[in-house]
């Protein structure tokens, strides 16, 4: 590590200030370091980084070492091109997502979550008296309820937009006993449906991130409201909002990871966005069944899309095979995701979707399992931006 004329003052009042010094300066050395890093490749970068000490820097900074060497490790073993593919994925996964991320304990704890999720909402279909023979037939049939469907006209946008915001409303009380205490900034964001100019331009949902003197926002795409029940939307607010991506994207904006960090903990923040509504149905928001349902699709969704890239990857499987199986389980797509496209990105990116389905579950099983610790564990995983899956234990 680069020694400076800092770390060589000498006196009472250096030793006094030595312990702020020392960790700023470890802080800049690591910062220095990792810019110089990822422009270099993986062997170079690895060999640069060896002689860096993070015992004394911030936790941003350790988190930001820890991260590199890790995804640089496994950037290298992928330029030894292995000839394995199940290797070669499981590797990809871990890349984005962790070192503890091995191939057989991800696809093992994806299968077991989707037979939890497929009898969950097999009790809850029973409990509606709604019909099928399948899951995926009594998803078609729910979402076709004119019960839970909004009229395709402006008063049925703002309706959807006022049951949108009650969930929020709902949510707030909940999370300082879920997440802790939130920065102000994470807790004023507001939901608002697109614009006629922004519907006009082909423009769909997106977030704008609270900022100096800016509210946060999701904005939401109900063009083709009627394929949005209105038993979908909450998981949609926990999701986006709270305590989703406005909870954690902020708090990491704050925090400033490295961007070797973000590379190497991509998987993260929609992990995180699942987890978030893992978190409210298991504190009772999807009380009502059909409410539970609209979670249920949307984890199904996501473990669906995570089987899907396995077996495409991994076993072979055609897209046909992965589309049927995915249809079975779901019935209907969701609403920015039809099947076949979806199926289409999922061939062409390897892993992602694999990453992104696990990680939630695995956030799950790292978690304290007293509920009065989750605050301070979640609150911890918030503050100083995405962690690598074996930086959150």
């Known amino acids: 590590m680069r020694v400076t004329r800092r770390h060589l003052l000498a006196g009472a009042g250096a030793l006094a200030l030595a312990p702020v010094e ?10 220095h370091a990792l810019d110089e890093a990822a422009t270099l490749p993986p062997d170079r970068t690895l060999a640069l980084l060896a002689p860096l000490a993070a015992r004394r820097a911030s936790l941003g900074s350790y988190l930001d070492l820890h991260a590199a060497r890790a995804g640089l490790r496994i950037d290298l073993a992928l330029a030894h091109a292995p000839s394995s593919r199940s290797r070669r994925f499981e590797l990809h996964v871990q890349r984005i997502t962790g070192n503890d991320a ?8 994806l299968h077991a979550a989707h037979g939890a999720l497929v009898a969950r909402a097999t009790a809850a279909f029973d409990r509606l008296g709604l019909p099928g023979t ?37 949510i707030q009380p909940r999370l300082s006993r879920l997440v802790g205490t939130l920065p102000p900034e994470c807790r004023a964001v507001e939901i608002r449906a697109l614009s006629a100019e922004e519907i006009a331009a082909g ?33 949609v607010v926990a999701h986006e909002l709270l305590p989703g991506h406005m909870a954690q994207l902020p708090q ?42 609209g979670h249920l699709h949307w984890m199904l969704f996501r473990i669906c899309r995570g089987l899907a890239d396995i077996a495409l990857h991994v076993h072979g499987a055609s897209i046909d095979q992965a589309l049927a199986e995915m249809r079975g389980s779901m019935g209907e797509s969701v609403y920015f995701a ?4 979806d199926m289409a990105r999922i061939a062409q990116e390897p892993a992602i979707r694999a990453a992104e389905a696990w ?35």
Not at 271 to 281: F, H, P, Q, T
């Open 134 to 170: 399948s899951v995926g037939a009594r998803f078609e049939r729910l979402w076709r309820d004119p019960r839970y469907l909004f009229p395709d006209d402006g008063d049925g946008r703002a309706a959807a937009v006022d049951a949108m915001r009650a969930t929020l409303v709902a």
């Open 252 to 293: 990491e904006a704050r925090a400033q990871p490295h961007p070797l960090r973000l590379r190497y903990a991509a998987a993260f923040p929609e992990g995180w966005g699942s987890y978030a509504e893992m978190l409210m149905a298991e504190d009772g928001l999807f009380a009502q069944p059909h409410a539970l349902l």
């Open 338 to 341: 039809p099947f076949a496209t």
């Open 102 to 109: 091995e191939l057989m304990r991800v696809e093992r704890d």
């Open 359 to 393: 990680l939630p579950l695995r956030l799950r099983t790292l978690r304290p399992r007293d509920r009065r610790d989750w605050p301070r564990f979640h609150g911890a995983l918030l503050r100083t931006g995405r962690r690598r899956t074996e930086q959150c234990r």
């Open 203 to 235: 423009k769909g949902g997106y977030r704008v991130l609270p900022g100096a003197g800016v509210p946060g926002a999701y904005v939401v795409d109900l063009k083709d409201i009627r394929r949005r029940p209105s038993f979908s939307l909450p998981s």
């Open 22 to 31: 020392a960790s700023a300066s470890i802080d800049a050395d690591i910062r």
